[in-house]
């Protein structure tokens, strides 16, 4: 009787778990046996790991392999149980010599395969593969105390991110056994990923010289982009709402590395391993999209939703009217909290979900920008987004309307989307230097908490009693003062001023209270 140990993770949401791979070969009748809450990938990985083992010229053991995972009370799912399971029964099957010094470093096979978690797909001929959720389980490792981890070359750029560990890539399995024996070192993961060679999802080529006039429109985008803050924008088909809003990355500043490594663990959890997110992705799901496909859900592999993907980006609504209620309502508390829960039976997971909203409609069914041309009936055209509860309407900061005569023919004259990125840049400098001064972890106006700004940084006195006499004629809610002083903020960081006026904040009131509405 043998036995092999070895560690890796469960993913539950971002967050991993980690999971203790047992592996005893003992007498009885050829088998290999999982046990510990293994879904159907990981159960099908018996015949995949012993022909991987087969096909690179290793020897199986043929007897009976029982494979234990513990916790055993926790679901565990995913094909990247695969290498850490093969290394446990190899090492297994060594008996006594597992435990005998070798390598330079002086540690036994088992030893080394103990102090370090694993991951891994393998292809049937031994090659490992890429998986998902590798930024979790180096953070898990990291708080765990485990300071090397073995990774697939797939995931070695976005593992690159992790610098304060040591992340090895290994191609196939019999190079991971040659360095468990310690017989053959391993490149690093910054190593393998290379100098400036990380495959990050590409910026956006499109530019607001592309979008011919309406300049109230751009400039809308423009405070957007600087504050945070949550767009609607209402207009006749042709008016350019998707335009602008698929523009707003290209004027949003390049991600940090915190964010880099939140927005690329969310996105390889989704299926995108071994992409880095350097910039604000920009997710639009189409106006079909389900509550699961909208906010997070699945079967028994709970998945992100847009709102997640669109972490640290923009999500981008268009034909909202076309959305149901009930989904649309599902977006109130990601919108506050920055976080969704999907609940289950069993369990709760929770994924971030700190976006940009950005929402377009047609004002009717028709889309005549005007009600003397437009063929609906009058309650249609004015039910026609109450789709949009008045509690979601007041979490938007900017409600714009559209029309077709504010576009013109040619763009030759236009802003190019560099020059207004240096301004929202400069703006986000000034709010960013504002709020750690501050002590707050806020890096726009928008993240900064409530009540913050009516009791620490409110405007001029003038202006403040302006919205305290429109908060007691009941024209706007506590929370509409709240997100009016934000924009209000955000327009006093683009004119470079030291706090607003009631100017601004006239201006920030009447961005928020669109009659389209």
């Known amino acids: 009787m043998a036995l092999g140990k070895c560690y890796t993770t469960a993913l539950d949401g971002v967050l991993a778990n980690v999971v203790t791979v047992e592996a005893n070969i003992g007498a009885g009748l050829p088998g290999t046996h999982v046990v510990g809450l293994a879904d159907t990938a990981i159960t099908e990985s018996r015949e995949r790991m012993r022909t991987a083992v087969t096909n690179s010229q290793l020897r199986w053991p043929k007897t009976k392999i029982i494979i234990?995972?513990?916790?055993?009370s926790m679901p565990k799912s995913g094909s990247h149980f695969d290498l850490p399971m093969a290394l446990a029964i190899l090492v297994a099957a060594m008996g006594p010599e597992a435990d005998l010094e070798t390598g330079i470093d002086g540690a036994s096979p088992a030893g080394r395969l103990a102090s370090c978690l694993v991951l891994g797909e393998l292809g049937l001929d031994g090659t490992v593969r890429?998986?998902?959720?590798?930024?979790?389980?180096?953070?898990?490792?990291?708080?765990?105390?485990?300071?090397?981890?073995?990774i697939p070359p797939d995931n070695a750029a976005e593992a690159a991110l992790i610098s304060d560990m040591n992340v090895l890539v290994t191609p196939t399995l019999e190079r991971a056994l040659a360095w468990v024996c310690g017989a053959t070192p391993l490149e690093s993961a910054a190593a393998a990923a290379g100098p400036g060679a990380h495959p990050r999802a590409p910026r956006t080529p499109l530019d607001f010289r592309d979008v011919a006039g309406?300049?109230?429109?751009?400039?809308?985008?423009?405070?957007?982009?600087?504050?945070?803050?949550?767009?609607?924008?209402?207009?006749?088909?042709?008016?350019?709402?998707?335009?602008i809003a698929a523009r707003l990355p290209s004027i949003l500043p390049p991600l940090s590395i915190d964010e880099s490594v939140e927005t690329t663990a969310v996105h390889s959890l989704a299926g995108s391993a071994g992409t880095v997110i350097g910039h604000a992705p920009f997710i639009a799901p189409h106006s079909s999209v389900t509550r699961a496909g909208l906010l997070?859900?699945?079967?028994?592999r709970v998945r992100p939703g847009a709102?997640?993907?669109?972490?640290?980006?923009?999500?981008?609504?268009?034909?909202?009217?076309?959305?149901?209620?009930?989904?649309?309502?599902?977006?109130?508390?990601?919108?506050?909290?920055?976080?969704?829960?999907?609940?289950?039976?069993?369990?709760?997971?929770?994924?971030?979900?700190?976006?940009?909203?950005?929402?377009?409609?047609n004002p009717c069914r028709c889309g005549a920008d005007q009600a003397s041309r437009c063929r609906c009936r009058s309650a249609d055209r004015q039910n026609y987004l109450r789709n949009?509860?008045?509690?979601?309407?007041?979490?938007?900061?900017?409600?714009?309307?559209?029309?077709?005569?504010?576009?013109?023919?040619?763009?030759?004259?236009?802003?190019?989307?560099?020059?207004?990125?240096?301004?929202?840049?400069?703006?986000?400098?000034?709010?960013?230097?504002?709020?750690?001064?501050?002590?707050?972890?806020?890096?726009?106006?928008?993240?900064?908490?409530?009540?913050?700004?009516?009791?620490?940084?409110?405007?001029?006195?003038?202006?403040?009693?302006?919205?305290?006499?429109?908060?007691?004629?009941?024209?706007?809610?506590?929370?509409?003062?709240?997100?009016?002083?934000?924009v209000a903020w955000t327009l006093a960081d683009l004119a470079g001023r030291k706090q607003p006026d009631l100017d601004l904040v006239s201006q920030a009131l009447e961005l928020r209270q669109d009659s389209t509405l």
Do not use: C
């Not at 234990?68 to 055993?72: G, I, L, R, T, V």
């Not at 190019?416 to 890096?443: C, K, N, T, Y």
């Open 68 to 72: 234990s995972m513990s916790p055993a």
């Open 130 to 150: 890429g998986v998902p959720g590798v930024i979790p389980a180096l953070l898990s490792a990291r708080k765990h105390g485990y300071r090397t981890v073995l």
């Open 214 to 243: 309406q300049a109230p429109a751009k400039k809308a985008a423009e405070i957007a982009a600087a504050g945070g803050h949550h767009l609607m924008m209402v207009g006749p088909p042709g008016s350019g709402k998707s335009m």
């Open 296 to 300: 997070g859900g699945g079967g028994a």
């Open 307 to 361: 709102v997640s993907l669109a972490h640290n980006g923009v999500l981008f609504l268009d034909e909202v009217s076309e959305i149901p209620a009930a989904f649309l309502d599902g977006l109130r508390a990601p919108l506050e909290e920055g976080i969704v829960r999907v609940s289950r039976a069993r369990r709760e997971v929770s994924f971030p979900a700190r976006f940009q909203l950005v929402m377009a409609a």
């Open 388 to 486: 949009i509860s008045g509690p979601l309407r007041d979490r938007l900061d900017i409600i714009l309307s559209l029309n077709t005569q504010g576009a013109v023919i040619g763009s030759a004259e236009e802003e190019p989307s560099a020059v207004i990125a240096e301004r929202v840049a400069a703006a986000r400098e000034r709010s960013a230097a504002r709020w750690r001064q501050a002590g707050l972890d806020a890096r726009t106006n928008a993240a900064v908490p409530t009540f913050w700004m009516r009791r620490e940084y409110p405007a001029t006195e003038d202006a403040m009693e302006t919205l305290k006499a429109l908060l007691l004629m009941g024209d706007i809610t506590q929370r509409g003062i709240d997100r009016a002083l934000k």
